[in-house]
């Protein structure tokens, strides 16, 4: 049984496949804590309704910075909740040095396309545009650049002539669904297991 902490901004819905894939038993996890630096997150009503503890990140001003001390504070209710690997799930700031080396080759993302390619915002738009035949998701972990890190896992999907930005964000949503829970369990294999926080569990 591993710990999980969720980083997310918006809808969450990539946390509720989580979910479900700890309730099916198809992931041997808990969700620890869920931390998101936008109050009015969906994300945040999900856990709630499922009993798991929520903090906000307060950053401040900053739209889209991650301050230090942002990232300090989120590592230390990480660790302070036993959280062993750390999930971004549609969380939208760069995370930096401080919440890195608090959990190094611990923290994974998902991103909605085939990295290298269209890294950064609204990668599925992005694919439109840019006429792609062929889009999907990856997830890897993080490192200090934007949607870098090492990949762990790809799903691909067509992208169709009559696709919209959002039809194929939808067709990329189902496969992030059934990968990114997977990857977390295979990565969570590799993982050496950590020291219970004081006071134990
Ligand atoms: C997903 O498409 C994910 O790839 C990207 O942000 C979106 C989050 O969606 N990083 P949700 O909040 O999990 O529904």
Same mark, same amino acid.
């Given at each position: 049984? %591993?710990?999980? /902490? %969720?980083? &997310?901004? /918006? ?18 996890? !808990? ?19 499922? &009993?798991?503890?929520?903090?906000? %990140? ?6 889209? @910075? ?9 590592? @230390? ?16 700031? +760069? ?10 080759? @611990?923290? +994974? ?10 890294? /950064? ?19 890897? +972990?993080?490192?200090? &650049?934007?949607?870098? &890190? ?5 799903? !691909? ?10 039809? +194929? ?8 669904? @059934? ?23």
């Amino acid at each position: 049984m %591993i710990f999980l /902490g %969720i980083l &997310g901004s /918006g809808s969450g819905s990539n946390m509720q496949a989580i979910m479900d894939a700890i309730a099916s038993e198809q992931l041997n996890a !808990r969700i620890a804590i869920v931390l998101s630096d936008n109050p009015d997150a969906y994300i945040l009503e999900r856990a709630a309704q499922n &009993g798991i503890p929520t903090r906000i %990140i307060d950053c401040g001003d900053y739209r889209t @910075r991650f301050p230090e001390e942002a990232q300090r504070e989120t590592a @230390r209710q990480l660790k302070e909740a036993g959280v062993e690997l750390v999930c971004l799930a549609g969380f939208m700031r +760069l995370v930096k040095a401080p919440l890195l080396e608090a959990f190094p080759s @611990r923290i +994974l993302n998902i991103h909605p396309s085939l990295l290298p390619a269209y890294p /950064g915002m609204m990668a599925w738009e992005q694919a439109v545009t840019d006429g792609a035949t062929e889009s999907g998701c990856t997830v890897h +972990l993080v490192d200090e &650049g934007m949607d870098t &890190g090492p990949i762990l896992a790809q799903a !691909r999907v067509p992208v169709l002539p009559d696709d919209t930005a959002a039809t +194929l964000h939808q067709r990329i949503q189902v496969e992030e669904h @059934r990968l990114y829970p997977e990857t977390i369990a295979n990565h969570a294999a590799t993982l050496e297991p950590q020291l219970p926080p004081e006071g134990g569990r």
